[in-house]
């Protein structure tokens, strides 16, 4: 059985760090590109950042030079670091596990950045 869960989310002051994690079981870790995707209160769901299974990586604009995504294949875990956090960045986070034509996901995880 396939799953993704997410930990590591909750409450954080403007300018704070949180450090997400995903891990995931039932399926090939390493042969997939994980990524970051988080939705906002009335909002799309948008692209946060991706890595490949080279560990290549790609981020979304907003969040360039804040947040870092990272992958150990052995613990078969995806992370996403996330430094000067401001409320733009306040949403859902969620986890997804793709290749070809699978796709997998998470339930996500709630990050509020508030005062």
């Known amino acids: 059985q396939v799953q993704l869960v997410e930990s590591g989310g909750g409450l954080v002051q403007p300018g704070g760090s949180l450090r997400l994690s995903c891990a995931a079981s039932?399926?090939?870790?390493?042969?997939?590109?994980m990524t970051w995707y988080r939705q906002a209160p009335g909002k799309e769901r948008e692209l946060v950042a991706t890595?490949?299974?080279?560990?290549?990586?790609n981020y979304a604009d907003s969040v360039k030079g804040r947040f870092t995504i990272s992958r150990d294949n052995y613990k078969n875990t995806v992370y996403l670091q996330m430094n000067s956090l401001g409320p733009d960045d306040t949403g859902v986070y969620y986890c997804?596990?793709?290749?070809?034509?699978?796709?997998?996901w998470g339930q996500g995880t709630q990050v509020t950045v508030s005062s």
């Open positions: 890595i490949s299974t080279a560990s290549t990586t």
């Open positions: 997804n596990g793709a290749r070809r034509f699978e796709s997998y």
């Open positions: 039932g399926f090939t870790f390493s042969s997939y590109a």
